[in-house]
């Protein structure tokens, strides 16, 4: 089975997503009998576009040298597309987006509209527009599937969405931003805000803008769309949230010797979305270091179950939009 | 869509899976489209059989009130038919198994056969004939779903069987059976080996025979099925299993003290099946207590990830079976 892809987005997660795919090719033609094919590739600068599909090494050599993919004149047209005419044009079975594109909502629902299933790694569509998006695709039958929009790959949302088929989720309660945990580690060590988050921006942890992280966007973000998941439909308007801004890091180093941590925390109930700095105690499946996320869901038959495992990471995404792919590609097969 | 069952087994898991069936009837049908009746409840007394599906209300009433289902004479047919003679002769979509029959891979394979989905909480079928009865199902395309045979409910095979897809899974270290947990917590506290043993039969949490548990048994049979499942198909006699017989209270007693935990654990490796105690740090997610399993899977490109959950329980074993029955009625459907 050759599955046609229609990749948005050329970043660290779109290269890395490459990678996977090249790396990866015999394993997936073996173990699950697919081979892909990526015919269209769209970063800023650009679209390249080629029905036999695009050799995925060259690709990432241009882009790595250059830094864009209209760099690559000599062997490739480069098309000025919107993303929404690239999704019209490109004959591809499923359209993988990985950018940041906030009114990606509109060109997910003309693929689905074309029949084409689609996977993302990009929350504000799913985060705005859930209703609209998974209706459509649930009426059509085609894939829409999301899960690297929350924990990267760490398969909570197929957790949730596959699994536990009989049981009733009475609550989620998550820690699923790292750059705050890094942030808050750094401030329960004494650290004053402003340092923390610069050493931040110096690793590469937290970027230039850290407004969607420190604010407790991202996490609520994340946590809407496991609110639409699990206990129906809700938009990040319905979200209250607070982000880590204004923390005093004695009071944290105080917590800290009490055998408490600070954390971003997201609740998440029947109508109720709430994302907060909470204390939670060392021990908690909360408190959470480096990179690592981490939920707790109660049910009513199992009770307590926890999953934790990476939250970011261009190779950790890659692993949930993968994933995604491979299940569209089953489910469009 | 209305889905017939074949209930094998009505002890405690069974009447489980019967009480979910009654009290989410409404609820299943307004969440996944399906009704489900029970054509058939089969007990080591004999066999209800209904066409028109049974009171599952009234099955429960009679099972706990006289003990078994023969008694249940002034409105049904008892018949006396083997499981292979009711797989056979019962009309049913799917076939439920959670008995402890170690000869149930034979009616299994009968189920499949006869274009029956199985769904089973049993053991040995799976670690003694997977490759079998797997392969079978694979090439008729029946559901053949086992969520319940390892921790339960909490979705363990369901993660490594239909998530992370893009992901090579190097090693899964686990705690898989909670009635050794019980009793070597009772040891860290000072307990002889015999004392622990009895203090948890009388809990009703090790069984009158415990052997299976406390060599290690039943954590090599889960242990067994994760191999077969990641890495290819073992049998239980590929596994080498050491149980918890004959450790020295004042050596566990004296490595609590030092911050360690000690606890069956399982390590699965290509090739490779391990069942054994070891000290764990009390901060590692094997450091489990009470009903708690736990399991840390390695993987090429999300590094780390936990999942815990309960490993035991009626309620929570017939979580596992009732999702592996939605999710057979999906894939049939």
Redesign the interface.
Known sequence: MEVRLSLFGFGNVGKAVAE?LLG?DF??RKR?GMTFKVVSISDTSGTIWLPEGIDLREALLVKRSFGKLSAWTNEYEVYNLSPEEAVREVDADVVVDVTNDKNAHRWHLIAIKEGKGVVTSNKPPLAFHYAELVGEAERRTIPYLF?ATVM????II??LR???????VRSIRAVLNATTTFILSKMEQGLEFEMALKHAQKLGIAETDPSEDIQGIDAGYKATILHSLVFGPKTFRDAEVRGIVGLNPENLKEARKLGMRTRLVATVEREKILVRPEKVPA?S?LAVENNENAAILE?D??????????GAGP??T??G???D???AAKLLG
Chains 1, 2 share one sequence.
């Open positions: 996977v990866k394993l997936f699950h899960e990267a790959g760490t398969p197929g957790l596959e699994n536990i088929l009989g049981d009733s021990n499946p049910t038959l199992l009770g307590r179950i926890v999953l934790k495992g990476p190779k950790e890659a692993s939009v993968v994933s792919i491979i299940k």
